[in-house]
């Protein structure tokens, strides 16, 4: 089975760094991905992990630990744009399986 | 297209009715999903083409619902006999290889 989880909600200061961890286990493992859905849109592609490590992509930056099953999204230098779910996915074979989301909301 | 396109992008129905959503892909993108998100919930997977066959259908939520895809492009899914719970927003997203989707931006249902 999939179960993958990550916080339902954050808040955060315009300006500052928010850190959203996701943690899985998972019958299978080919590598993690990061959307990001503004709300009433479709999710966007933010990041893919497949080796351990940071990959980092201007202002966001994903982590990811095989061994520990779990990853983080790092957004920093928050802008109000960022207001937005951010989901989880793990891919297994040619499956992605989604968390719940993180809606992080930014204020002024 | 420039991107994977879903019709309609609305659709109201009532109860009992059948229907039909349609996706079209990103040209040359052999794999094509349908995903079901309900309000304030995640993405909840539904069927998987890999060009026209589809090996997994296992989140099809009853026999009411059912896919097709031909020519390695158009996809459609049908919900017959609609319920309530069937309101959602029915997103198809494409890809090259598997992983890294593409969607489109949704087929928002509502069934009255």
């Known amino acids: 089975g999939q179960n993958i989880d990550q916080p339902t909600e954050m808040t955060a200061t315009e300006g500052a760094i928010v850190q959203i961890n996701c943690t899985y286990q998972t019958s299978g493992f080919n590598g993690l991905f990061w959307y990001q859905q503004h709300a009433g849109e479709a999710p966007t592609f933010l990041s893919y992990n497949v080796l351990d490590g940071l990959e980092e992509k201007g202002r966001f930056s994903s982590f990811l630990s095989r061994s520990k099953g779990y990853s983080y999204l790092l957004l920093k230098e928050l802008q109000m744009k960022d207001s937005a779910s951010y989901l989880c996915a793990v891919s297994n074979d040619y499956k992605l399986s989604f968390g719940a989301g993180t809606t992080v909301t930014v204020r002024a | 297209g420039a991107g994977v396109s879903q019709s309609p992008s609305n659709k109201v129905t009532e109860k009992g009715k059948d229907v039909e959503l349609r996706c079209d892909p990103i040209?040359?993108?052999?794999?094509l999903y349908w995903y079901r998100q309900r309000l304030g919930q995640g993405l909840e997977f539904l069927i998987y083409f890999q060009g026209n066959s589809a090996p997994d259908k296992s989140g099809l939520p009853s026999d009411r619902f059912s896919a097709e895809r031909t020519g390695e492009s158009v996809s459609t899914l049908t919900i017959q006999r609609t319920q309530q719970e069937d309101s959602a927003v029915y997103l198809c997203a494409s890809s090259r290889t598997e992983g890294g989707l593409y969607f489109g931006p949704g087929t928002r249902l509502t069934v009255t």
């Open positions: 040209s040359g993108h052999t794999a």
